[in-house]
Nanobody
Framework: QVQLVESGGGLVQAGGSLRLACATS????????MAWFRQTAGKEREFVATISRDGTWILYSDSVRGRFTISRVNTENTVYLHMNTLKLQDTAVYYC????????????????WGQGIQVTVSS
């Protein structure tokens, strides 16, 4: 089993920055394609960014491309989401996820999920 724990969320003013971290524990002898998703109340969870096992392939949603950066340090079993120029509409619960197969924007491709962490952007 794989456990994912997010950290780094909180309250930030619009235009500011935050860095989320997702620490992986459990079957860390393997590396997994990883992703970040987010969800606001009353809406479906949406894709934010994904990164391949070795970090060479990355995909972003249109809404965050150019402002967010996903990265990973495999020796630390950690994936990061650097969020810059935050907007009010970035307010959400952010989830990290791990796939046993492929980096994808599709939620169904992910087998393990963190508990989520709140990011609130204020005006």
């Amino acid at each position: 089993q794989v456990q994912l724990v997010e950290s780094g969320g909180g309250l930030v003013q619009a235009g500011g920055s935050l860095r989320l971290a997702c620490a992986t524990s459990g079957r860390t002898s393997r590396t997994y394609p990883m992703a970040w998703f987010r969800q606001t109340a009353g809406k479906e969870r949406e894709f934010v960014a994904t990164i391949s096992r070795d970090g060479t392939w990355i995909l972003y949603s249109d809404s965050v491309r150019g402002r967010f950066t996903i990265s990973r340090v495999n020796t630390e079993n950690t994936v990061y989401l650097h969020m810059n120029t935050l907007k009010l509409q970035d307010t959400a619960v952010y989830y990290c996820a791990a796939s046993q197969t492929v980096a994808s924007r599709l939620e169904d491709e992910y087998d393990y999920w963190g508990q989520g962490i709140q990011v609130t952007v204020s005006s």
